[in-house]
């Protein structure tokens, strides 16, 4: 009797270790999705995100060499947010530095920036 309980609780403990595993598995964020946000990748498809290296700026927009090798025009204003390590501002986005941008897609394919994040230079 006590042997048939002791293999029915081996049993049980398998089938509900596994059921976990495989719950876990199913409930796991997308890392790879999120590491290709960060660096800019697929930016054409998660709407209003994107990053890259700045090859073209003027007073109200910069334009942002992708990782695809594409460009991308980036709006900005007076409100919206740039940061680095240490607040920052619009003349701090100079050509050639990397940043990540968050805001809202335009219908020609250009973000209105509500936040640019000035990236430090990888060496």
């Known amino acids: 009797m006590i042997i048939a309980v ?4 081996i049993i049980a403990g398998g089938a509900g ?8 598995k ?7 999705a999120n590491l290709n946000r960060q660096r800019g990748i697929g930016a054409q498809q ?5 990053g890259g290296e700045i ?4 007073d109200t927009s ?5 990782s695809s090798g594409s460009s991308q025009i980036i709006l900005f204003s007076g409100a919206t947010k740039v940061t680095k390590s240490a ?10 530095g990397q940043v990540t941008v968050t805001g809202s897609k335009n ?6 920036a509500q936040s640019i994040q000035i990236r430090p230079q990888s060496q």
Do not use: H, W
């Open 46 to 50: 998660n709407g209003g995100f994107s």
């Open 87 to 96: 607040e920052g501002s619009a003349t701090d986005l100079i050509i050639g």
């Open 26 to 32: 199913s409930a796991r964020p997308d890392l790879s």
């Open 55 to 58: 090859i073209k700026k003027d």
């Open 62 to 66: 910069i334009t942002i060499k992708l």
């Open 17 to 24: 270790f596994y059921g976990g595993m495989l719950y876990g």
């Open 107 to 112: 219908q020609d394919g250009s973000i209105t």
């Open 6 to 9: 002791v293999i029915t609780l």
